[in-house]
């Protein structure tokens, strides 16, 4: 579609800066001029307008740490440490999952985000055929990255959904979704398997692939204190320095790859992670909630290290919200610190787009509103008492824009949500189901203990 978002404040996370009045142009999934509106609005006279006046336009905000089929689970299990929670609560459950409740679950979470301005969303599950997340995300009209999460007791099952995953996936839906291989965590993946899985993301990327459409490895990494007892516990592995330089000596670590959480890091791991380029993703309210810790993320910023950020899935956040993490990530690091001048508003938008971005490999695309990007764009209606007066459109984008203000969302050049009314997906009714399958997963779990 063809189409012109005219007269709002655009916040472009480019070098263009800010344009007050501008005015973005968009031919099919494009964006093919950005400036100021006097300059571009004759020029483009038979485009469809889309009236920005008295509204801010972002990128679509990039979520780097989801499993978004656990909407399903929100709310099912509060308040325990990670090990019981994960052992005693959601695994069970989650073992009765199928394919339709996977795509469902999903689906949820993709229209959740996209009411809060999220248009890319990076997500680790099981994949399943007969219904998974890339399904539901391509189904919403959202971009994605939908990976396969593996563990050292299902190998032969990982390896075929794998290819699986790939094959039906990778480069579709005009390009919007990707695929990840995901290694569960250190301690659920062998060393040897954990080499395995570096090579299969190599084979993958060989034949489904390309440097403009790569395949990445998603991972969750040092999310706890206890992680190097953890790995000896299941392997028998010794570690000598921390969980980063053990897995850098199976040579897994590169640039393409995400590791979320970070959290209990040493001084020679954050050297490793900057050193090879691997990228993390922040995900503060999840790591407070299972109180797991907080990753010393200004650290990792000084070290060179490209941090994104990630809400976690929806049953350690409980939300898919990336405007609660942005606030909670700039608050958290000055409280912590003691220092209120650490992550200013404008770091924590831009891990919140085009770091992000950088985070999948996908700054060539999206990240920010430039020529010749991707149209991931979103609208917010400023015209609210908790936004008046304004000063900086960043800081209130940080510190008190909400996920409610957000009004239109343009992915790919599709308009998705448009005056808040979603256009991709009947809202009501899949609320309806989301609910008929939580009802059925509790008569599962209950039937078949
Ligand atoms: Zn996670």
Redesign the pocket.
């Known amino acids: 579609m063809d189409l012109m978002i005219l007269g709002g404040t655009i916040v472009t996370m480019s070098s263009m800066g800010i344009i007050r009045n501008g005015a973005i142009i968009i031919e099919d999934n494009q964006i093919i001029d950005v400036g100021e509106a006097e300059r571009l609005k004759n020029k483009y006279s038979r485009y469809e307008k889309i009236d920005a006046k008295g509204k801010v336009v972002i990128p679509g905000l990039v979520n780097t ?1 989801n ?1 978004i089929a656990m909407s399903l689970l929100r709310g099912y299990a509060d308040d325990y440490p990670l090990k019981e929670w994960l052992e005693k609560w959601i695994w069970p459950l989650e073992s009765k999952m199928r394919g339709y409740d996977i795509y469902i679950g999903s689906l949820l979470t993709a229209v959740e985000s996209i009411m809060g301005g999220v248009t890319t969303i990076n997500t ?1 599950y099981h994949y399943m055929e007969d219904g998974n997340e890339a399904q539901a995300l391509a189904e919403a009209g959202m971009r994605g990255v939908v990976g396969h999460v593996c563990f050292s007791w299902r190998k032969d099952e990982d390896r075929r959904r794998l290819e699986a995953l790939a094959r039906k996936w990778h480069g579709k839906a005009n390009g919007r979704i990707r695929i990840s291989v995901d290694p569960h965590a250190p301690y659920t993946v062998d060393p040897d398997y954990m080499r395995e899985l570096k090579s299969i993301k190599e084979d993958l990327n060989e034949r489904y692939g390309s440097d403009r459409n790569p395949i990445i490895w998603h991972i ?1 990494l040092a999310e706890t204190a206890d992680e190097p007892e953890k790995i000896k516990e299941s392997f028998g592995v010794d570690i000598e320095g921390g969980v980063v330089e053990y897995l850098n000596s199976l040579n897994v670590l590169g640039e393409d790859v995400i590791a ?1 959480h970070c959290v209990s890091l040493t001084e020679r791991d954050i050297k490793i992670l900057a050193d090879k380029g691997v990228k993390v993703s922040h ?1 503060p309210i ?1 790591n407070l909630k299972l109180a797991s810790g907080i990753s010393p993320i200004p650290k990792l910023i000084k070290a060179g290290v490209t941090v994104s950020l990630g809400t ?2 929806p049953s350690s956040n409980n939300v898919s919200d990336m405007f609660e993490v942005m606030k909670v990530t700039a608050l958290l690091h000055k409280g912590v610190s003691g220092d209120p001048t650490v992550l200013p508003a404008e770091s924590v938008l831009r891990m919140a787009t085009i770091d992000g971005a950088r985070a999948l490999l996908w700054d060539g695309d999206i990240g920010s509103i430039e020529v010749g990007k991707k149209a991931d764009i979103v609208i917010l209606n400023f015209r609210k008492p908790h936004l008046c007066p304004l000063y900086s459109e960043v800081s209130h984008l940080i510190y008190a824009a909400k996920a409610s203000d957000v009004e239109t969302v343009i992915i790919d050049g599709e308009i998705v949500m448009e005056d808040r009314e979603v256009k991709t997906v009947n809202v009501f009714r899949l609320m309806d189901q989301a609910l008929r399958v939580r009802d059925d997963l509790l008569n599962r779990l209950e039937t078949d203990g």
């Open positions: 740490h499993h680790m969750h979320a995900n999840s976690d899935g």
